[in-house]
């Protein structure tokens, strides 16, 4: 089955950057299901999980992003390490949360629709401090 580990969170101060990674292992059960896309979601204490971004997985690499993170968030990846990366920079309160990365077997996964998005990682807390 397909697991997803986040690391990289931690402490920054405001107006600082950080670096999340999210390396994925493992095949769907099923194979003539496939990994889409690879998203960046968050949850601040008392709100909803919102997107952050997302990028193709079995092509190109394009990336998507939500309004939160245009800007200043840039995510890539690493095929060759299986590896997805969340670049966060200009850090702000409003940003600290738990990020989560997720596999996406939805072929809308850049919608940022979570119903497209099947595997998820336990998440790792980022907060940013004054």
């Known amino acids: 089955q397909v697991q997803q580990v986040e690391s990289g969170g931690g402490l920054v101060q405001a107006g600082g950057s950080l670096r999340l990674s999210c390396a994925t292992a493992?095949?769907?059960?099923?194979?003539?299901?496939?990994?889409?896309?690879m998203g960046w979601f968050r949850q601040a204490p008392g709100k909803e999980r919102e997107f952050v971004g997302a990028i193709n997985w079995t092509g190109g690499g394009k990336t998507y992003y939500g309004d939160s993170a245009k800007g200043r968030f840039t995510i890539s990846r690493d095929s060759t390490k299986n590896t997805m990366y969340l670049q966060m920079n200009s850090l702000n309160s409003e940003d600290t949360a738990i990020y989560y990365c997720?596999?996406?077997?939805?072929?809308?996964?850049?919608?940022?629709?979570?119903?497209?998005?099947?595997?998820w990682g336990q998440g790792t807390q980022v907060t940013v401090f004054s």
């Open positions: 997720a596999a996406g077997t939805g072929t809308r996964y850049y919608t940022g629709n979570e119903y497209e998005y099947d595997f």
């Open positions: 493992g095949r769907t059960i099923n194979p003539y299901v496939s990994i889409y896309g």
